[in-house]
Every structure is written in structure tokens, then in C-alpha cells.
């Protein structure tokens, strides 16, 4: 087994026995990032000798007997978090040269722990979209299928998982940004409860829904890197105290009395059913472990979609006028008045998608729209996230697919903004309700992995991850490796 | 369906510049999103409170105290004029 291709957990055991050193670890990972990244172009920026100074560092402190939840593990960060000294550009024009005074809180959180940093992935522009085609660089590729994308935003932090090229990384999710890549690329993908993870230092999107979540390779590292990640943070005023998680207590392959709950407006039109079928296997295979299941109604799940795409672009609209040419990033050269740097610097560095939301959000918000939009929208969430406060009063956690389909070819939809959007229709009303839920690999569909969602109440992670695991320890699917190799 | 007139407005509010081949691309783009977005007027939502926040803080508070911030050499440092330590603009006033 090469060292690249471990889990977390895995790395963990070895470096705590002294087996491995973590400059080994380190040193593996890169490797295999020069070895399969021009085929996943996964990666934005990789750090080899910063990254190699960490595991230094990290070998040396474990030589005086210390030790950290994450220390020696390389992790990649999705390339909207910021890292001291490193270009975070969001995947934008505007931002190509910005380079962050300061470390984002998660990425403080990873130091303390130990972790070493590898770099940063690709992503949509801002965050916006389901493919990772709208990055202003290049499109990363599904390590499964390269012809495929490998969904979005944080396509490259699930490629790059995926494809053994990070032990584990972060990505956001604002409607799905962290699952559906993750069920894209056959990985795990953890979106926390609203307000578990720090935002501070992440280039805000949508600021109600934003939520920094880990993509792993397993069930455990996921917990893991949740533990590492949630702690209430006095520079994020949406930060909220959560308990730790009890490891021991919650990585236990039990589902005795478990109570499952199946929305069904998550099984009709617009699902493949070859995703459907898998899923449904996958409640099966819960039943026979000793969950109890049974049907329930989210009635106002085909609102999500709408509502969400007016409450995003609304907030983006605000959050991105900071990108005005004047602080940091692009400016637009010999114009004439200070209106004319501000459009001319936001036409030359922001692409298609960022503008379109832009503008759907400014619309939203404008005078005459905005009762019938964006307050519209507001109450509309309302009752999305009374769905699931009901439906939580009987179930314990809800069983769904992640995304309608298993990844779709790239340049398919990229056309067409409102089928790109659909992509999403299953991850969004998470993201409204403000809930915590987690994408795990449930079978394939033509080589094409499928993804498992399981969502939870507010702070309810702990048993959402157990029901991940004991899914998990029943099932192989996420120990399957694509074909990169073959192809190299 | 949005008139290059009504892109061109909110574009303006947006303080983003539109070529004209864009302007008649988002008029369709957006009018198509609006279009599906309408749907949300089928729900009856006069007894509904909106939702701006899912979490249930409020005035989340931090002591009035002086804390180490950015120099003003990191602050500017990514700034694309700067002249005499402060961010250089185009006139704003006549």
C-alpha cells in the first residue's frame, strides 16, 4: 500500500507507532500530486517546500513526545479560505494577485492540530456553481471519468481526495458546495450545522448559508476533522458553541432503533434511477442492521430551489460589492471617474456566473422586487425549515440521494445556468433549514459513484456520522480507488 | 421578459459594467431564472414570518478594546494604487 492512498485515521496509527515519519507521508503525497494532477488538474497552488518544512516540524515535535489531533496529515484547502502569505483567489480574475495578511480561523484550527498544508484547490468562481467550470484558471476533472466533472463548488477539495492527492481537505457548501462534489467523486463530504465552523478569513458568499466542511475519504476522518474544526470563534458572530464529538460513542457500527425517515419528494421526477436504486438499497441495508424506517413529507421541497436562488445571489450581491478595484485585486486602468473604475474594474475581473448572480441578487433586492422576491423568499425558507423541524420530531436523522444524477460530462450544462442549478435541488434545503448533513459513496452508476445523503436536526452530527459509519462498515464503496493509475 | 434597459438599470445599481452582447444574454438568463423563481407565488405566505437567520443568537456582543490589527503596510499591501500609505482612487468630487 503506498502512503499516499491512506485515510486520515490510517496515517494517524503509523505516525503514533513511528512507522512512518510524516516527512515520509509528505513527501508520498507530493509525489503522487505530480503524478496524477495534470490529469485532475485538482490543485491551484501546491506548496512542496512549505508543506515538507510542516512535516519537518511535525516530526520533530512528535520526537519530544508531543502529539495533535491532525499532526503530520497533509491537507488541502479549498482556494477560498485564506492562508497567510498565499494567493487565495476564489477562482477569480479579480483576486488572482490577492494575497491574505492573515490565516482564516479553520486554517489557524488545522495549524494547532498539527496538519500540513498542501495547497489550495480549485473551485467555481466565488463558490458559485456545481461543476468547478465557472474557476477563472481551468475546469478540474472527475478522477473517475476525466470527461466528467467533478461537481462543485469545491470540485478540486474532492478531486484531490478522490484521487489520493490530499489525505483530506476543506471545502464550503452553501447549497451543496461540499456533498455533491463529494458524491460526484465518490468521497465523504461533511456540511456542518450553520454556524459549527468558524467562517472568519473564507470569502464570503452567501453569508446566511456559507458552512466550511471537511472532505475525506471515510466516515471517521470526517469526524475527525470535524472534532479539529468546531470551536466557537469571537471573530465570527454566527459562531456558535458546540459540544466535541465522543469519538468512541459515535464511530460504532450500531443502528439498533435508529429512526430513518425517506422524504419522497426526494424520489420523484428529476432523479435518475440508477441513483434512486441505490439509495434505496442503502436503506435496506440500514433496515437489516436494525434502523427503523419509514416514509415522510418535506411539502415545500420544490421551494428550496427557487428561494435559494434569490436568497444567495441577494446576499452575494452585498458581500461581492467589497470587489471594487479599489483594496485589493483587479482595477481597471485610465478610467475616468471613480464610478467607472468601480464597473469597468468589475467587468474585467469577475466571469459569467459571478455576474449573473450578481445581478439576479441586486434585482432581488432592488425597489418594486423586493416584496415579491427576495421577503417572498425569506418566508419561503420558513416554512422549508419548519419541514424539517417536523420531520425531526419523528425521525432522527433523513435519508436521501445527494444529487438527481452521478456526474454529468463537462460542458453539458454549462450553458444553460437553470439546469446547472438542479444539480443542487437536493442539498439546497439543507443549506436553508441551516441543518448538518453528510454525502457518503453508496454504489456506481456506469464507473460513476453515487452519493448517500444523510441529513440531521441542528447539531445533530453525531448521530448523522454514525449512521454514516455503521453504513459504512457494512458497505465497501468508498474503498474503491478510480482508474487513474491505468491511465497514467 | 427584462428590457436591455431594465439590465442596464440594474447592472448600474450593481456598479457593473455590461457589454452589449452580455446584456442580451443575462435579459434572457435572468428573465428564464425570475420566470422559475415565480413559482414561489403559488405559496401562501401571509402568516409567514421571513427568515433572515437559523440561528437563534442575538446581539452577539465583544468588549469595546484595542486589540494588534493589520500594519498599515499589510493593509495596503495588496492594494493596486497606493500613494503617501493610503489606497490612491480616481476624484470623486469635481
Redesign the interface.
Known amino acids: 500500500m503506498q502512503l499516499y492512498s491512506l485515510t486520515v485515521q490510517q496515517a494517524l496509527d503509523l505516525l503514533r507507532r513511528k512507522e512512518v515519519s510524516a516527512l515520509e507521508l509528505c513527501e508520498s503525497i507530493l509525489d503522487r500530486i505530480v503524478a496524477v494532477d495534470n490529469s485532475t488538474k485538482a490543485f491551484l497552488t501546491v506548496t512542496p517546500e512549505e508543506a515538507c518544512d510542516q512535516a519537518r516540524a511535525a516530526d520533530a515535535a512528535r520526537a519530544q513526545g508531543l502529539d495533535g489531533a491532525l499532526l503530520g496529515i497533509p491537507i488541502a484547502l479549498k482556494d477560498n479560505i485564506c492562508r497567510l502569505g498565499l494567493p487565495t483567489t476564489c477562482g477569480s480574475r479579480i483576486l488572482e494577485?490577492?494575497?491574505p495578511?492573515?490565516d482564516a480561523t479553520v486554517v489557524a484550527l488545522l495549524r494547532r492540530a498539527g496538519a500540513v498544508l498542501l495547497g489550495k484547490t480549485n473551485l467555481d468562481e466565488f463558490a458559485m456553481g456545481s461543476s468547478t467550470e465557472n474557476s477563472a484558471f481551468f475546469s478540474t476533472r472527475n478522477p473517475w471519468n476525466l470527461d466528467r466533472v467533478p461537481g462543485g463548488s469545491s470540485g478540486g477539495s474532492a478531486a484531490a481526495v478522490c484521487a489520493d492527492e490530499a489525505l483530506a481537505a476543506l471545502g464550503s457548501d452553501t447549497g451543496g458546495s461540499v456533498r455533491q462534489p463529494a458524491a460526484f467523486c465518490g468521497v465523504v463530504g461533511l456540511k456542518p450545522t450553520?454556524?459549527r465552523v468558524s467562517r472568519y478569513g473564507v470569502a464570503a458568499f452567501a453569508s446566511?448559508l456559507d458552512q466550511i466542511g471537511p472532505i475525506t475519504k471515510d466516515v471517521t476522518d470526517a469526524a475527525l476533522l470535524l472534532n479539529a474544526l468546531s470551536e466557537h470563534d469571537?471573530h465570527d458572530?454566527?459562531s456558535?458553541e458546540s459540544p466535541k464529538l465522543d469519538l468512541a460513542q459515535v464511530l460504532r457500527p450500531e443502528v439498533d432503533g435508529i429512526r430513518i425517515g425517506v422524504p419522497q419528494e426526494y424520489f420523484g421526477a428529476g432523479a435518475q434511477p440508477q441513483v434512486v436504486a441505490a439509495v434505496q438499497e442503502a436503506i435496506e441495508t440500514l433496515v437489516d442492521m436494525g434502523a427503523l424506517v419509514d416514509t415522510v413529507s418535506l411539502p415545500?421541497t420544490?421551494?428550496a430551489l427557487?428561494?435559494y436562488?434569490?436568497l444567495a445571489p441577494a446576499e452575494a450581491?452585498a458581500n461581492l460589492?467589497r470587489y471594487?478595484?479599489?483594496?485589493?485585486?483587479?482595477?481597471a486602468d485610465n478610467?475616468?471617474?471613480?464610478?467607472?473604475?468601480?464597473?469597468?474594474s468589475?467587468?474585467q475581473g469577475?466571469g459569467?456566473e459571478v455576474?449573473?448572480r450578481?445581478?439576479?441578487g441586486?434585482?432581488?433586492l432592488?425597489a418594486g422586487y423586493y416584496d415579491?422576491?427576495y421577503?417572498?423568499?425569506?418566508?419561503?425558507?420558513?416554512?422549508i425549515?419548519q419541514d424539517f423541524d417536523h420531520a425531526f420530531e419523528r425521525f432522527d436523522v433523513l435519508l436521501s440521494p445527494t444529487a438527481p444524477t452521478v456526474a454529468f460530462g463537462l460542458g453539458e450544462k454549462s450553458q444553460d445556468?437553470?439546469q446547472m442549478?438542479l444539480s443542487d435541488v437536493f442539498t439546497i434545503p439543507q443549506s436553508l433549514?441551516?441543518i448538518c448533513a453528510i454525502s457518503i459513496p453508496c454504489g456506481f452508476d456506469h464507473a460513476l459513484p453515487i452519493g448517500l445523503q444523510i441529513s440531521g436536526p441542528?447539531l445533530g452530527e453525531a448521530t448523522v456520522l454514525r449512521v454514516a459509519y455503521a453504513y459504512e462498515q457494512a458497505t465497501s464503496w468508498h474503498l474503491q480507488k478510480p482508474p487513474l493509475d491505468k491511465e497514467n | 421578459m427584462l428590457t436591455p434597459e431594465e439590465v442596464g438599470h440594474i447592472a448600474g445599481l450593481a456598479r457593473l459594467g455590461l457589454s452589449p452582447e452580455e446584456i442580451q444574454t443575462f435579459g434572457k438568463q435572468l428573465s428564464a431564472i425570475l420566470d422559475y423563481a415565480h413559482t414561489l407565488a403559488r405559496l401562501d405566505t401571509e402568516q409567514v414570518a421571513p427568515t433572515a437567520t437559523v440561528l437563534a443568537l442575538e446581539n452577539v456582543l465583544a468588549p469595546d478594546r484595542a486589540e494588534p490589527s493589520l500594519s498599515q503596510e499589510d493593509a495596503l499591501a495588496n492594494s493596486p494604487q497606493v500613494q503617501d500609505g493610503q489606497f490612491r482612487v480616481t476624484a470623486i468630487m469635481e
Not at chain 1, 324 to 330: A, E, S
Open positions: 494577485s490577492f494575497i495578511p492573515y450553520y454556524g446566511s469571537p458572530s454566527t456558535i415545500h420544490e421551494y427557487p428561494a436562488y434569490l450581491s460589492a471594487d478595484g479599489i483594496r485589493y485585486g483587479v482595477r478610467t475616468a471617474d471613480i464610478w467607472s473604475t468601480y464597473c469597468e468589475r467587468q469577475l459569467s455576474k449573473r450578481i445581478m439576479l441586486t434585482y432581488a432592488s415579491a422576491y421577503l417572498k423568499a425569506q418566508r419561503a425558507r420558513t416554512l425549515k445556468p437553470l442549478y433549514a441551516g441542528a
